[in-house]
């Protein structure tokens, strides 16, 4: 792999330099403050897992704009790509006059989603927009209203995603009336409720048949692993208990695989490692290499329920987009990234799968593929330290290392690099955050 940026990190002015301060200043004066930012460093270019800062620092990024450039920044491959569709065609609306990218994304999402059944598609912009159709797809087919999640899930900051997400602070808080017939229920969160898989999923069960009624319920939504609410993993056998009840009852198993999916994990998609084939899944972020692209793609019968013209948008699936996704789709085959994330695994493993023996301010770490959580708490406890986590964050981006918040309390550390990342840079951005883990372990 060749890349147009060194792979290393490298300051030349401290953190944010003096043009980002310029920025931040015109920043606050023109933009809204409720787009909140993690570390006030402007970025110019990147490549791999390194950003370049408008200062010309060279920054390790474990976030990817959480989790989007999952093959790299500024994919060569997918710059030509959406370049050369941005001169031939930009938009025709595919509801109105279509063409052959469309078709060929949701061809491909239907060979890459779990299932050996007939899939359709729909392609649309966002996440939330993704989980939004999947809820009307879902209600149709079934017949039904109630949709449930799980505890700690992040769905999305629309007015109906708002009310499947779990935090009220800051996603929710002051901005409702929500919709109804949503419910949030038990999930599986091993270092917080030490239950077993099936115990957990008993105690979701329970919930459901208590407080909504199985005949009720057209879907469940469940992020195979968590990324906002923690990089939470679910015991062993948790999915697949609730996948058998769902089937027993002619609920839907949705996958919001927005976060976990394409590539990220190890597989094309983190269901997979638990052994569930959901009816739906919902894919985004990683999906188009840094361009706006989201689908749904599930069981032909319940995706072709809605009439022609229930589910649309005016720029779902735009010409340009779904030639970046195709690129994204080519390079992850032709590059082998599915197996360079469990390659990330391993350095991650390795790197810091000892750092709750070595720091008292970590309780737990865990991941897979490119997606990794530290769970930080108070020192000889397991109460949740958000100002620990606060101050590594600082101390990462300070240092040139942009790391992610997580967790229902502000208190796990994430990781969502690319799946190229070098083992040097891991190590040198494992050393920078353990300075600070130190200093908050006494
Ligand atoms: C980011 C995310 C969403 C929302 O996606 P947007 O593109 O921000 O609307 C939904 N579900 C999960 C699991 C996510 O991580």
Known sequence: MSFSVPQQRHLVTELPGPRSRELLERRRRAVSRGAGTLADIFMDHGSGAILVDVDGNRLIDLGCGIGVTTIGHAHPDVAAAASAQASKLTHTLFTVTPYENYVRVAEKLAEITPGDFEKRSILVNSGAEAVENAVKIARKYTGRRAIASLDHAFHGRTNLTMAMTYRPWPERAGMGPFPGELYSVPSSYPFKDGLSGPDAAARTIDYIVTHIGASELAALFVEPIQGDGGVVIPAEGYFEALAAFCADHGILFVADEIQAGIARTGAWYSIEHFGVVPDLVTTAKGIAGGFPLAAVTGRAEVMDAVQPGGIGGTFGGNPVSTAAALATF?????????????????????????????????????????????????????????????????????????????????????????????????????????????????
């Open 330 to 442: 080519e390079v992850i085959e032709r590059d082998g990234l599915i197996a360079e994330a469990q390659r990330v695994e391993r350095a991650f493993a390795a790197r810091i799968g000892d750092w709750a023996a070595r720091f008292p301010v970590v309780g737990e770490v865990r991941g897979r593929g490119a997606m990794w959580g530290a769970e930080l708490v108070i020192p000889g406890t397991r109460t949740p330290n958000p100002g620990a986590l606060k101050a590594v964050i600082a101390h990462a981006a300070a240092n040139g290392v942009i790391v992610l918040d997580a967790g229902s309390w502000d208190s796990v550390l994430r990781f969502l690099p690319s799946v190229v990342i070098s083992e040097e840079l891991v190590d040198d951005a494992a050393s920078v955050i353990e300075e600070e883990l130190a200093r908050q372990s006494v």
